[in-house]
């Protein structure tokens, strides 16, 4: 049974603590902009109404999910977006091992804000992962003038979701770094089949939805192709520094893969907590086995005082 460690706090100050080429990937999807994550953001998420989160209209009486809006970024907001991924990027090339790979998910405005601090930092960019989802995002027609210009869009309706592809850099062959480090390369579908970079994928369904309330919640069909591939021979931890509700490391624990999970919202760190086993029996054949898979991290080994009793 694969086990997985969470931790409540801050990923950066945890992966200072963390040793050197001591993890085979990462696979995460970060706030897109610093400010839906901020308590004040969150708060009115929670609230369910005003802040940077959008409700999108509900127009067939369905409930839909928030959104955030992140075309309200500065440049201000930009330069803190750089600042923080050139931050995460020093820190992440540092736990991996040579060869380990990072998929990072973004959207098609933001994603050069994210993707140049990681070749900075001496990341190679290795491709990108398409995911093809239809959201909610663009297609409309500009504001307050709907009826004048009935026949614009403003930006094209959205079909995709881009996930950064990035590799530290291999210690000699690949054939070397395979035998040395475990990774170097993606593990194919099967000996026929290798992984591809379009993968089609639907919004994350309301049976998960309820399972783990997240606002950015990840699929766990769409999730487990991208981690089974991340660890080419099947073996090493996979983590996850934003881990919201838990979907990478439900797919880690359902695709049978060790992996660790940092989170610095209470609220998010408890629901990934309560989330993960079940997420992971989703489509199973076979139950994962409760209980001691789970292991916690020691007080003393988390990395800020916790502010509740987990
Ligand atoms: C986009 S969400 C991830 C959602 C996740 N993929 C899922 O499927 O549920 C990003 C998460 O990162 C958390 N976060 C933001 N800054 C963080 C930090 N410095 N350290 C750890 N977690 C952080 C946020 O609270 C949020 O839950």
Redesign the pocket.
């Known amino acids: 049974m694969a086990r997985y460690s969470l931790y409540f ?4 100050l945890w992966m200072d603590k963390r040793g050197e080429n001591s993890i085979q990937a990462i696979v ?5 902009g610093l400010r839906e ?1 901020t308590p004040e953001e969150k708060e009115k998420l929670r609230n369910g109404h005003g802040g940077v989160w959008r409700i999108p209209p509900s127009f067939d009486g369905c409930k839909r999910r928030p959104l955030p809006r992140c075309t309200l970024l500065t440049e201000s907001d930009r330069e803190k977006l750089r600042s923080f991924f050139s931050e995460f990027a020093r820190r992440a090339i540092r736990v991996l091992v040579p060869g380990g790979h990072l998929f990072i ?1 973004t959207n098609p405005l933001l994603s050069h804000l994210v993707y140049l601090p990681l070749m900075d930092a001496g990341f190679e960019k290795r491709g990108e992962i398409i995911r093809l989802v239809k959201t909610l995002r663009g297609g409309d027609r500009p504001k307050n003038a709907h009826g004048e210009f009935a026949h614009v869009t403003v930006m094209p309706r959205s079909g995709w979701e881009p996930w950064g592809l990035f590799r530290k850099p291999c210690e000699g062959r690949v054939q070397d770094n395979l035998r040395k480090w475990k990774t170097g390369g993606l593990r194919r579908i099967s000996p026929e089949k290798p992984f591809e970079d379009v993968v089609r994928s639907a919004p994350t369904r309301g049976e998960e939805r309820a399972i ?1 309330p ?1 606002p ?3 699929p766990q069909a769409f ?1 487990r192709q991208l981690v089974r591939a991340s660890l080419p021979l099947g073996v090493g931890t996979v983590l ?9 490391l439900a797919a880690a624990l359902a695709v049978g893969y060790e992996s660790i999970g ?4 209470p609220v ?1 760190y408890r629901m ?1 907590e309560r989330a993960i086993p079940k997420l992971a029996e989703i489509g199973a054949e076979t139950k994962p086995v409760p209980g001691p898979h789970l292991r916690r991290a020691p007080r003393d080994e988390r990395v800020l005082p916790l502010p509740f009793q987990p």
């Open positions: 706090g801050d990923c950066l995460t999807d970060p706030p897109y994550y998910a783990a997240h950015s919640l990840k999730m996850d520094p934003f881990m919201g509700g838990g979907s990478t940092i989170e610095n919202d998010f990934a």
